[in-house]
């Protein structure tokens, strides 16, 4: 079977800082890796996905970079955090079946900035 | 640019009662997922539609895919307080990079 670990889970961090959260799949190979941040208890917003290694589409032009090294990790990083970078981040795959494109999420990592 | 509105934004009901929460858009979709969400946690796939009127049956749960593919709806029957959560429908576009467009959320509170 397959999951999808992330961590940390909860992060506090200072305005200015660096961030490095990190997403990894078991059970699967040559999955679609997604970012996702979600407001509190509200919809998901894309951030990122990846097809492939080294392959990242960006969704929304902002503070935050991705990172596939291996096939099936995930990193999301910022140089230097703003306020507005606080959420709660998600990190998802799916088989890239055809036109079906079922997503299975990890557990989240609650990231505050102050 | 898709969009998913769902309706209500918020229910609170007692345990028992029915329920329906709607998923609108004026996009076509290729599928249709339904995640359920609970606080501190990551969404988990309920069911998959993938038919203009298909309907799929999880226990108490009744989901539809509307006959043009732009609409679902989630219907629930006798609700339990473990229905408790974060509702988000998800519609898919085509081949096999395709992103899923999340829809705004019901947020289901289930009393006893």
């Known amino acids: 079977s397959q999951t999808i670990h992330q961590w940390p889970a909860t992060l506090v961090q200072p305005v200015g800082s660096p961030l490095s959260l990190e997403c990894t799949v078991e059970g699967t190979s040559n999955p679609n890796l997604y970012w996702y941040r979600q407001a509190a208890g509200r919809g998901l917003q894309l951030l990122f996905y990846?097809?492939?290694?080294?392959?990242i589409s960006s969704e929304v032009p902002q503070n935050l970079s991705a990172s596939r090294p291996q096939d099936r990790q995930f990193i999301l990083s910022s140089k230097k955090l703003l306020l507005s970078d606080s959420g709660f981040y998600l990190c998802?795959?799916?088989?890239?079946?055809?036109?079906?494109?079922?997503?299975?999420f990890g557990p989240g990592t609650r990231l505050t900035v102050l | 640019t898709q969009l998913l509105e769902q309706s209500p934004q918020f229910l609170s009901i007692q345990e028992g009662e029915n329920l329906t929460v709607y998923c609108n858009s004026s996009?076509?979709?290729?599928?249709l997922q339904w995640y359920r969400q609970e606080p501190g946690e990551g969404p988990v796939l309920l069911v998959t539609?993938?038919?203009?009127?298909e309907v799929k049956k999880l226990k108490r749960l009744t989901f539809q895919f509307g006959d043009a593919r732009k609409d679902s709806s989630l219907h629930i029957t006798a609700a339990q307080p473990g229905d408790t959560g974060l509702y988000l429908c998800?519609?898919?576009?085509?081949?096999?990079?395709?992103?899923?467009?999340f829809g705004t959320g019901t947020r289901l509170q289930v009393t006893l």
């Open positions: 539609v993938v038919t203009g009127g």
């Open positions: 998802a795959w799916s088989r890239g079946t055809p036109n079906v494109n079922e997503q299975f």
């Open positions: 996009s076509v979709f290729s599928s």
């Open positions: 990846s097809v492939g290694i080294g392959q």
């Open positions: 998800a519609g898919g576009g085509t081949g096999t990079a395709s992103k899923l467009t």
